[in-house]
């Protein structure tokens, strides 16, 4: 990626998380940037083509952030765990991109083409999930759902340990617990 479209990214990233995606004309983005107006349009031919590839860049972060260290011969289980973990971890460590994914990730403004992309790249948690329904380890139900109660409780989780600033043991043990609360509501019995 060159050094440019790596500064428009980032300065978009810093923007969209202060202002909000829509409310953050390309000018502040391309000054923050250090770059021209036309610079920003070279890189990205719209606007809207912009905020389709900052939510894949936080998509890219997040996923080798979760996939780092991922357990390839662990069970189910523990690698649902990592996933959690991980997601948790993220979350926590950068609130800011966390934030502006869940946003970009619940706007209309991300194209389908993005969203169908964001799809592919996931392809390794269907094939766990998939596999994991046909082996017995968790409940028979649409992934679509499961992927709607992992994000929605740990979304809960993280916003539970930013409201009451855990100390290090505690958050720890929060964590534990929401994976365990996660893990009960969808394991098969």
């Keep these: ?65 979760v996939l780092a260290g991922w357990p390839q011969d662990a069970s189910v289980r523990d690698q649902v765990a990592h996933i959690w973990y991980r997601y948790l971890d993220w979350g ?23 969203q169908h ?23 028979d139900i649409p992934l679509d759902y499961f992927s709607l109660l992992m994000q929605s409780q740990a979304e809960a989780a993280i916003e539970h340990a930013r409201q009451n600033d855990l100390g290090d043991m505690a958050l720890l043990k929060h964590i534990a617990l929401s994976f365990e609360i996660f893990w009960n509501s969808v394991k098969a019995q």
């Design 1 to 65: 990626m060159s050094d440019k479209r790596t500064q428009l990214l980032e300065a978009s990233i810093d923007l969209f998380a202060e202002e909000g995606f829509w409310n953050t004309p390309t000018t502040r983005i391309a000054k923050h940037a250090g770059v021209g107006t036309g610079t920003l349009f070279n890189y990205f031919g719209s606007k809207e083509g912009l905020i389709d590839e900052v939510y894949l860049q936080l998509k890219k972060e997040w996923g080798a952030y």
């Design 92 to 114: 926590l460590n950068y609130p800011d991109r966390y934030a502006l994914k869940q946003q970009l990730r619940l706007s209309e403004f991300v194209s389908e083409d993005t």
């Design 117 to 139: 992309e964001e799809e592919a790249s996931l392809a390794f948690a269907v094939s766990l999930f998939n596999e994991a329904v046909r082996d017995g380890v968790l409940l």
